[in-house]
Structure formats: C-alpha cells, structure tokens
C-alpha cells in the first residue's frame, strides 16, 4: 500500500470511527429521554423516538458498507483490521441499543394511563441514568482508543445489574400491595430487561476498544444473544 493509499485509508477510518461515535453519543442522549417517555406517558415522544429509529438502522448499514468496503479493497492486517472487524460488531451493539430504547417506547404505550408508584418511579430513573453513563464511557472509550476507560465499564455494569435486581424486586411488591396490575408488572419487567441490555451492548464496546488498542481478548466474553430478547410486543397488551 503506497504513502499516499494509506493516508487515504486511516482516514477513512477514522471517519468510520467518528461516525459510530456520533450514533454511540444519540444513544445515550436517547436513554434519559426515552426514560421520561415512559415515566410521563409522552405518547407523542414515544411515537417520535419509534419513528426515528430508521435512521439509526440506516446509519448502521452505511457504517458497516464502509467496512467491508475497506477491508475488501485494502486487505488490511494487524491493528487496521482488528479496528475495522470490530467496529462492525459494534455498530451492531450501537444499533440494538437504539432498538432496545424505542421497545422501551412501545412499552411505555403498553403501560400509558396506569400510574406508578414513587418506589418504581425512582429505580426506572437510577436505571435510566446509570445505563446512559454507560454508553457515554463506551462511547468515548471507543472515540479515544482509552483501553484503561474501557476496563471500568465492567465494575460500572455491575451496578446497573444491581439495579436491575432491585427494578424486579420492587415490581414484585407493587403488584403484591395492589398498585399495579400484572400486565403492566410484565411490561416493566421486560422494561427493566431492556435498560440490563443496554449496559451489556455498553461492556461490549468497551471489550472491542480494549481489542483495538492492544489485541485484548476477554476470557469469558459476554453473551451476544441479541436475538434472544424479547420484544415488549410479545406480551399482551395491559388492560
């Protein structure tokens, strides 16, 4: 590869780079925004924030073509190739987070009218804010190449995973003391599932930053069952 091709090359990727940034970046404004949505029954904002989730998808793909673009046309090896191969896995991670947050949306409809208690209002935000931190670290791990950065974003999960223990619980004592009924329990829990997914789409990014930066390779990675969850669309609706 000529001086010249190669230039050309990283910069490139480094639009690629900037351009998964600026997605990584939505998606964490979009969790505390979707988190009012449904704690405000905004229907309009839910509709909104559905609606605009083709835009992700499209940016995705245009991200991902670009990759194998470059991989196809430049043959790159070492460190190149391991930026390239593993910012297609996370324009993946980026793209379902932005799915998982317009599920919340739907789930907000499912729920809309039914009132919730300051118990269950209060742990939807902490879920909310600590899932949106989490992107935010990805994100800008990933933008700056700061493997150290990436390193933390597994301890900071392990709060978002207590929060999400203590989401299910409080569900659980309010439909036993009669303030919610069970079809909206059901949409909440899959609701708190969504906001636990996030933060691991989140570790994720921050695995294949640290692979970027020095080849690292986690001994038990996390699970990349994205198709395995389900959507609140597979509960019946609450009455």
């Not at 230039?7 to 009012?36: C, K, M």
């Not at 208690?117 to 902490?126: E, N, S, T, W, Y």
């Not at 791990?141 to 929060?163: C, F, P, Q, S």
């Not at 001994?219 to 669309?233: M, V």
Request: aromatic share 6%.
């Amino acid at each position: 590869m000529t001086q010249e091709l190669r230039s050309n090359f990283h910069e490139q990727l480094d639009e690629v780079r900037l351009g998964i940034a600026r997605l990584g970046a939505g998606v964490t404004e979009l969790v505390p925004r979707v988190t009012e949505i449904l704690l405000d029954g905004d229907l309009e904002g839910a509709e909104y924030v559905i609606l605009g989730d083709d835009v992700y998808d499209a940016k995705s793909v245009e991200l991902e073509e670009a990759c194998f673009s470059q991989i196809a046309l430049q043959a790159p090896v070492a460190g190149d190739l391991r930026a390239l191969v593993s910012a297609i896995k996370i324009i993946s991670d980026v793209e379902r987070s932005a799915d998982l947050c317009a599920n919340i949306c739907k789930a907000a409809r499912r729920i809309y009218s039914h009132e919730l208690d300051a118990h269950l209002r209060g742990i939807i935000q902490k879920c909310g804010s600590q899932a949106s931190l989490l992107f935010k670290e990805a994100t800008e791990a990933y933008l700056n190449k700061d493997g150290v950065r990436a390193a933390a974003l597994h301890d900071m999960d392990t709060y978002l995973d207590d929060l999400h223990r203590q989401f299910i619980q409080v569900i659980f004592e309010s439909h036993a003391a009669g303030n919610i009924d069970l079809q909206v329990a059901v949409q909440l829990a899959v609701v708190a599932r969504f906001y636990e997914r996030i933060g691991d789409h989140a570790v994720n990014v921050g695995e294949r930053t640290r692979y970027i930066v020095d080849g690292w390779i986690p001994d038990a990675p996390y699970a990349e069952s994205h198709n395995d969850l389900p959507d609140a669309a597979d509960f019946p609706p609450s009455t």
